[in-house]
């Protein structure tokens, strides 16, 4: 889960853009600079199949979660370990209506290259910009969410796994249990999303302080 193809590509594109604004054509470098830059930020995020592997992340815990929790059911009967089969039910129903809703917004904001009027169309720029960020907006959306599910769900899904194994809760408490679950698996996943959930704020709250450069 990349957002940029190369760290280092991307340092050298702030650098072109900071040095852009110091040379004597200063205005037309640095319109050109941002320009390449925000076409490399677009291809990368066309490159990427982050729906794909996030509802394949979703897959891999609800399917397991799923399954436990019916099993739980068949040897049981009706009991507390059913709760996360309903609490995953309404997750999945609200992560898709979330995602629906995230990417018809973006749809307004599409632009087309040939709109572009002139060698330097700033108005143009802002557009393509600001469609790169609300772009970038769907895919934090996408991550936040998915971040949510494993905070809450990996954890359960151990729970699960540990008292259909052993045929009782561990810690003979729930409350216990679920909290040295999430210290065990919820706190790792917290900071293996952050990684890339604050990588692309970085870029999204550059892009947008250089596009107001640009007036």
């Not at 790169?132 to 359960?156: A, D, Q």
């Not at 194994?165 to 917290?190: E, K, M, Q, S, Y």
Request: aromatic share 16%.
């Amino acid at each position: 889960m990349d957002l940029i193809h190369r760290k280092e590509k991307y340092n050298e594109y702030l650098k072109k853009i900071e040095k852009a604004r110091s040379d004597d054509e200063g205005d037309y470098k640095y319109y050109e600079a941002l320009e390449e830059r925000s076409e490399l930020i677009l291809k990368e995020l066309k490159s990427q199949n982050d729906k794909v592997e996030m509802n394949w992340a979703i897959a891999v815990t609800a399917i397991p979660v799923f399954i436990l929790s019916i099993l739980s059911y068949i040897k049981l009967g009706f009991n507390f370990m059913l709760v996360p089969l309903a609490l995953l039910i309404l997750f999945l129903v609200y992560y898709r209506i979330k995602m629906i809703n995230a990417t018809k917004s973006i749809k307004a904001f599409r632009i087309d290259n040939r709109d572009k009027v002139s060698e330097r169309d700033v108005i143009w720029l802002k557009k393509k910009i600001e469609y790169i960020i609300h772009g970038m907006e769907v895919k934090l959306t996408r991550f936040r969410s998915v971040k949510v599910f494993y905070l809450l769900f990996f954890p359960i899904f151990l729970i699960l796994l540990t008292e259909n194994i052993f045929d009782r809760t561990p810690f003979d408490n729930i409350f216990i249990c679920f909290f040295v679950a999430f210290l065990v698996g919820g706190l790792f996943w917290h900071y293996f999303f952050n990684a890339e959930i604050e990588e692309l704020e970085d870029v999204q709250d550059d892009l947008l302080r250089k596009m107001k450069l640009l007036d």
